[in-house]
């Protein structure tokens, strides 16, 4: 997997969540059991490369919602929390069908700064992969500052994917400009999961402010009217294989050409025109 820079959406306006939203979420790995994860966030620097929500999954709330249909809050959390659109949760808490505007309203009142909504290893990720690229013409439409599609979590620590699956998920996710939420135990996380989630390069390309969700071309691609672009080259089969590209088989049309960096090792590769060939061997998943 290779990731390179290459030097319509509806807006909510009220002014929150204008690029996708990073931070570490209870359920991949702690599932029912709650920790503390803030020590490692101050510490080891993710909340400076902006991973700033910590987010509560499934289980926090009470099995049954009171008379009034509300959910009963009885941990007093006050930031990252989440629901399902069905009936009940993954768990079988209480979901969110029928109760939509009562559980807005009950987060709004707690002071809840971010709602993950549910829509219910390598094999799942590999078809969240493809479910966003099958799926484009109907998703982008519905992304961009304000709101944003989520793939769901990132899943590192103790039993994550191999490092070249790793940096498949990351990288993907940050091509569609899709919220970065850790799912780890914090103090396991392995030295090149921490080099890839704390990888500004890879991070400024996740929080665009422009907010794309990039385009499954031949390879995905995103960026604007400015010389300065992504390409996430991308293979989840099962052997290695070389990919080529162009700059204006994109669109690409900077006369004065572009300087092609390596967003994991920070190196550039060289200059190139907007006629020129680019040759990278691609790895295969992981394996």
């Known amino acids: 997997m290779f990731m390179a820079f290459v030097s319509e959406v509806f807006v909510l306006e009220n002014g929150l969540a204008r690029t996708p939203p990073m931070g570490w979420m209870s359920w991949g790995y702690y599932m029912c059991n709650g920790v503390s994860v803030a020590g490692a966030f101050f510490k080891e620097g993710y909340l400076e490369a902006g ?56 987060f709004s009142e707690w002071g809840v700064d971010y709602v993950k909504v549910d829509g219910s290893s390598w094999k ?15 998703l982008h439409k519905y992304h ?10 990132l899943i590192y620590g103790q039993c ?21 939420l850790l799912s780890c135990d914090m103090r396991k996380v392995l030295h090149y999961e921490r080099k890839l989630m704390l990888n500004l390069n890879l991070i400024a390309a996740a929080q665009d402010p422009l907010g794309i969700m990039a385009r499954p071309y031949k390879n995905p691609i995103k960026g604007d009217i400015y010389p300065s672009f992504s390409f996430l ?42 006629k020129e060939e680019l040759k990278v061997i691609v790895r295969k998943d992981g394996k």
């Open 160 to 180: 994550s994917p191999s490092p070249q699956q790793s940096r498949s998920h990351i990288s993907f996710y940050a091509m569609l400009s899709a919220p970065l």
């Open 124 to 138: 799942t990720i590999r078809d969240i992969m493809r479910h966003f690229e099958s799926e484009y013409d109907t």
């Open 233 to 274: 080259l991308l293979n989840p089969e099962k052997n290695n294989t070389i990919v080529s590209f162009t700059p204006s088989e994109y669109g690409l049309n900077f006369t004065d050409g572009y300087t092609v960096m390596n967003v994991f090792t920070g190196r550039t590769l060289q200059n190139i025109t907007l």
């Open 144 to 153: 961009g500052p304000g709101h944003w599609n989520d793939p769901d979590m």
């Open 51 to 106: 991973y700033e929500y910590i987010i509560i999954d499934d289980c926090w709330s009470e099995k049954e919602r009171d008379y009034n249909g509300r959910l009963l809050h009885i941990r007093g959390l006050k930031f990252g929390i989440y629901t399902n659109i069905g009936h009940v949760t993954c768990e079988y808490y209480p979901g969110s069908k029928n109760y939509f505007q009562k559980d807005a309203e009950t």
